[in-house]
Each structure stands twice: as structure tokens, then as C-alpha cells.
């Protein structure tokens, strides 16, 4: 059984940070790419941004500038640095895992829980 959980979502005033993380556990062989996705209220789930195992990174441009992930492979984890945050960056932040059981098997989409990030004074 494979898990992805997400903490340090909450409130933040604008032009405030945060610092999203999430660890996966279970029976894991190896993970790929790790990204990070939010969902506004009536909007379809958005890539905010992916980092490779090699650690190359791409960001959707609405964070460039402002968010950087990292992750760390032999913790198993993956981070979101978010600065000068905006009220548009409101939404529910989900984790995803490219996960691979062992070294036959195919990498398979894995997601966290989802965090709450709200940007408001």
C-alpha cells in the first residue's frame, strides 16, 4: 500500500509564504517525476510544477518566479516553497508520485490526500 501525505497547507496573507511537503511510504521500488497540482472551487485541477529524479523542474507561469519544489530521494519526499503568495493562489494543493513497486513493474500515478492553502487578509 502506497501513500502520499501532504502537510503545511493553511492561511497566509498576501505576499506571505509557505512550505508544502509530502512523503510517500509503502512498498516503493523507486519514484519518478513528483509534482505538485492545485484545484480552485469550480476549476479543473492545475500542474503547478514537476521535478524529475534528476531534479530538473518546470513551473506553470503563474508561480514562476515565486514557488520552487525540490524533492529528496532517499527521504522520499518532495517540497513546494511558495513566496509572495496571492489571493489567486487559493485552492487545494495535491501531491503526485510516479511510483514503481519493483524493477519490472510499470511507474504508476500516485496522489496525496490534498492540502488547503488559502490566501486572504
Known amino acids: 500500500q502506497v501513500q502520499l501525505v501532504e502537510s503545511g497547507g493553511g492561511l497566509v496573507q498576501p505576499g506571505g509564504s509557505l512550505r508544502l511537503s509530502c512523503a510517500a511510504s509503502?512498498?516503493?521500488?523507486?519514484?519518478?517525476?513528483m509534482a505538485w497540482y492545485r484545484q480552485a472551487p469550480g476549476n479543473q485541477r492545475e500542474l503547478v510544477a514537476t521535478?524529475?529524479?534528476?531534479?530538473?523542474?518546470s513551473y506553470v507561469d503563474s508561480v514562476k518566479g515565486r514557488c520552487t519544489i525540490s524533492r529528496d530521494n532517499a527521504e522520499r519526499t518532495v517540497q513546494l516553497q511558495m513566496n509572495s503568495l496571492k489571493p489567486e493562489d487559493t485552492a487545494v494543493y495535491y501531491c503526485?508520485?510516479?511510483?514503481?513497486?519493483?524493477?519490472?513493474?510499470?511507474?504508476?500515478?500516485?496522489w496525496g490526500q490534498g492540502t488547503q492553502v488559502t490566501v486572504s487578509s
Open positions: 503526485y508520485a510516479a511510483i514503481r513497486f519493483d524493477s519490472s513493474s510499470m511507474l504508476r500515478p500516485y
Open positions: 509503502g512498498s516503493i521500488f523507486g519514484i519518478g517525476v
Open positions: 521535478i524529475s529524479r534528476g531534479g530538473a523542474s
